[in-house]
């Protein structure tokens, strides 16, 4: 037995003397002598290990204690210090080197330290935690890739499986599984969400009910992981929060096996929550923007052409922006119906680009769709369309270029009539390239319009291109300042003698780009009419009329 503190001093183990001065030390001090046994103990070292219902007896130094001790002694500076815990507490021990290897080691308590650093560790690591989920989570703006995450993180930080019940569609609910280190699974069922105490008001939006609510051997079957083993110990059902409405639920299982959820991992899991439901409301949110865009891009992006009553039709379109897909040019192709065979050809330049042009564009094809029984008279549909626009809020004005095909006995007739456009150009089997003698004032920028149309004949091989400025007002060239202009389509153009339409646009574009040089330019749009080799006629030009008189087409 070692000595009581109240023992007066004497020699011990061969003349050893322990002094007396650290009985009465506020901290516990353990005395030990050369081999390791201890030696004496002052009262607060008695009290300690009292507590941890132990006896100090000779040789009975704690574990962390007698590996510090055994440690050989620095040649130079102090001895090393050590620290553990005795009776749940935690101490850090400096040794004080004493007579014939005698060590005095003063037992520190650092128990409040030790749990704040553990709790600022703690605090740490679920910072990085919800740091990589935000990450992970917002990585991606798909709905279902979202979710596999959401309960994939979930089962790997948060409890041994997951589950995400998606908003009712329906009466249908769609269900994500996963439990660690197992594959995601999803199905659709028709769930009653009253089977789990709080996911009907979780799926509402409304706060988690403490899991101490929850009892875990009343969870249905649907709410657990397919192959989930061992009965389940602990539940946390906490809404995911979204944009308005909630994203969803998100409930968490512990085996019976593990410990139970604290209150700490409660609110990390609400945490958690609300990060998972930002982002799959987000993704959510994105895919419906994108089926609405989807379905707007439909009605506003080019009509693919073909063939048509013996005539050829080609068009080619690129936005100012490359990101963009819709801008202020467009072109429609409409075939006549019932026993007519006059196809109506519109090719349009909205003033300005991007988003607000192309809105302005699909009201005007829009408009002119309606039209179409009336498209036999130019100017009476111009001047409807004039009407609709002065009587809109845009402030924005158009020009057109409108064409009536008709093919008769291997030629192609052509009424054009161009409202404030360039007037389109006809390339001749001979090389030559003609401008199509029609005029006419813009679209919606005043009261009254006048235009003028004329009609012209393509032989075989013959073509009629349609086309915005922003084909003859690239600007670029060696030093980047110079408009394509004109002459350079008209050029261009006697290249492209007896080609079929989708290579006369096509290679009107290429050269036009090329012009560009990557610089900056403004919508560009090209429509090609091209009658197909192997037709007979004449190729001419047939006479100009006003179409502000009424028209007397050929039948």
């Known amino acids: 037995m070692i000595r009581s503190p109240g023992t007066p001093d004497r020699p011990h183990g061969g003349g050893v003397h322990v002094s007396t001065a650290w009985a009465e030390a506020p901290y516990p001090v353990l005395v030990t002598d050369s081999v390791g046994d201890v030696v004496e103990t002052n009262e607060a070292a008695s009290h300690l290990f009292a507590q941890a219902g132990e006896d100090v007896f000779v040789g009975s130094l704690p574990d962390w204690l007698a590996q510090a001790h055994r440690r050989p002694t620095p040649a130079v500076g102090p001895p090393e210090s050590a620290s553990g815990t005795v009776a749940g507490r935690t101490f850090e021990a400096h040794p004080s080197p004493g007579e014939d290897g005698c060590v005095v080691w003063w037992l520190v308590e650092n128990t409040d330290l030790h749990l704040a650093q553990q709790a600022l560790q703690g605090e740490r690591e679920r910072t990085t935690i919800l740091a990589d989920i935000s990450s992970a989570l917002f990585s991606s703006l798909n709905v279902e890739r979202c979710t596999e995450v959401t309960v994939r993180m979930a089962a790997d930080h948060l409890a041994n499986a997951a589950v995400v019940v998606a908003p009712a569609q329906g009466r249908r609910h769609s269900l994500t599984y996963t439990q660690v280190g197992g594959e995601v699974a999803h199905k659709t069922a028709a769930i009653d969400p009253r089977a789990v105490p709080g996911l009907t008001e979780a799926l509402q939006g409304f706060p988690p009910v403490p899991t101490r609510w929850i009892d875990p051997g009343d969870i249905p079957d649907w709410a657990v992981p397919p192959g989930f083993t061992g009965p389940i110990g602990s539940v946390i059902v906490t809404p995911l929060p979204g944009y308005g409405m909630p994203a969803g639920v998100l409930i968490l299982l512990r085996s019976s096996t593990h410990q139970a959820f604290s209150d700490g991992e409660e609110v990390f899991a609400r945490l958690f929550a609300a990060r998972a439901g930002a982002a799959l409301s987000a993704a959510r949110l994105y895919a419906e923007q994108a089926s609405i865009t989807t379905t707007l891009l439909r009605e506003l992006l080019p009509p693919k052409l073909e063939r048509l009553h013996g005539v050829e039709y080609a068009g080619i ?66 001047t409807l369309l004039n009407d609709a626009l002065m009587n809109s ?136 009419i091209t009658t197909p080799l192997g037709g007979g006629g004449t190729p001419h030009l047939v006479g100009e009329h006003d179409d502000s008189r009424p028209h007397d087409r050929e039948q």
């Open 393 to 528: 809020h845009h402030t924005r004005f158009a020009t057109l270029v409108l064409a009536s095909v008709q093919r008769r006995q291997g030629e192609v007739r052509i009424r054009l009539t161009s409202a404030g456009h360039l007037p389109p150009l006809i390339v001749r089997t001979d090389g030559r390239v003609e401008e199509a003698a029609t005029s006419g004032t813009l679209i919606g920028a005043l009261p009254e319009i006048h235009a003028q149309s004329t009609e012209v004949v393509l032989a075989p091989g013959e073509t009629c291109l349609l086309y915005t400025d922003g084909i003859t007002e690239a600007r670029g060239g060696p030093l980047g300042d110079q408009l394509y202009g004109e002459e350079r389509l008209r050029t261009a153009l006697r290249e492209c003698v007896r080609m079929p339409a989708e290579a006369v646009v096509e290679r009107v574009q290429m050269l036009a780009s090329q012009w560009l040089g990557g610089r900056e330019h403004d919508d560009m749009a090209t429509l090609a």
């Open 317 to 382: 379109y690129r936005a100012a922006k490359d990101h963009e897909r819709v801008g202020g040019d467009f072109y429609d192709v409409h075939p006549g119906t019932g026993d007519s065979k006059e196809t109506f050809v519109v090719l349009g330049d909205v003033a300005g680009k991007g988003l607000e042009a192309a809105v302005l564009t699909g009201k005007i094809r829009s408009v002119l769709h309606a039209l179409l029984p009336l498209s036999g008279d130019h100017k009476h549909v111009l």
